[in-house]
């Protein structure tokens, strides 16, 4: 595909990415789905009303004969549901019908307009497992047979299959281990009336910002006002910053030698790359830039060619960052964690599968998260993999082993 076959692909009408007379923030304007041209083939995008309250913009593959069993596929950040192009027509093909929407506040689906200082209620955990249970009735199913989440996707894969087990009936979940829901204070009744100590404040932020030289965690960035600004209008330019930020977090990035960490201590979160570790005076811009691959590395990217890369860079450039930001935002705000303890207890009890690449550090930044995800948060843990040649974007960087363990597994899961 040439660069203009895809600019055409993604502006859709002249008014597309053109300001308005009104000059609105281009985020807000409306964008129709993806010209045929951006995907491959079997693959349309559409537009859906009405998903919990917002419109949605979804990839679908393997509509077009007798209703089929249907797979969710929900993308991470800085990603969108075009991060799926590459497993969908695999999986479409033995048989399913396959959606993967942009996430509300990315992309073309509604959200991407939020400001930092907006209510960040409907970035809620809850909130965002509403959204795809929305979506799948929208499509007039009352199960899937699977959902499968990569990076922040697979938290709301894995809290879709805790908060409502009779809609989604197995579960994917890469590159990020699902603990469990969190632990609800037990037996404190009494200790509480001895006096008892509370718990030790969290430090860790702290310790590292004492670290020589001073460094940040990158979960704490993204939910600083900041975070949307460095990226958006990154001095090199989005697209520029998306390449580096990709490669970084590839296998092709030879820095990459992930290991479990020992403890949840700044000295030990520290032997991860700057990536997930700052220095603390740098932006997310600057960090990735020295790592910016050269234009033969970018030429013998088979995983993401150039006109690919396009597609994010020209949504991320429209829409910014701060919808994909929200979601951190509620992490580290606290303000929602009570929702989260009405299912402390509950466990994963469908069938489960973890996927991650051999270079990814994603599955070890939470010492014992994936130990725990593999004994006792998920009840039902048919395998995990690690796959050789990925890095962080597992499902882009090797599609076709992703495509088979994903096939196999839905085979084991139907028997």
Known sequence: MTRRELLKGLALAPAAFAPRAHAQPRADLKVGPYEQTVLPRGIRSRLVDNVNGIRMHVLEAGSESERRP???????????????????????????????????????????????????????????????????????????????????????????????PDVFRSVVLMSAPFAGPPAMPFNTADSALAGAAAPAADTIYDDLAKLTPPRKHYQRYYSTREANDNMQHAPQGVHAFLRAYYHMKSADWKQNHPAPLKARTAQEWARMPRYYVMDLGKGMAETVAPEMPSASEIAACKWLQDSELRVYSTEYGRTGFQGGLQSYRVGSSGRFNGDLLTFSGRTIDQPSMFIAGKADWGAYQNPGALERMQKTACTRMVATHFVDGAGHWVQQEQPERVSALVLDFLRQSAT
Do not use: Q
């Open 70 to 164: 249907l797979v969710l596929l929900v993308h991470g950040f800085p990603e969108l549901a075009y991060s799926w192009r590459k497993v969908m027509p695999p999986i479409a093909a033995a048989g399913y019908h396959v959606i993967a929407p942009d996430l509300r506040g990315y992309g073309r689906s509604g959200g991407t307009d939020v400001k930092f200082d907006d209510d960040l209620s409907p970035w809620r955990t809850v909130n965002e497992v509403t959204d795809m249970v929305a979506l799948v009735s929208a499509f007039g199913y009352r199960s899937v047979a699977a959902v499968v989440g990569h990076d922040f996707g697979s938290p709301v894969a894995a809290w879709c299959s805790v908060v409502r």
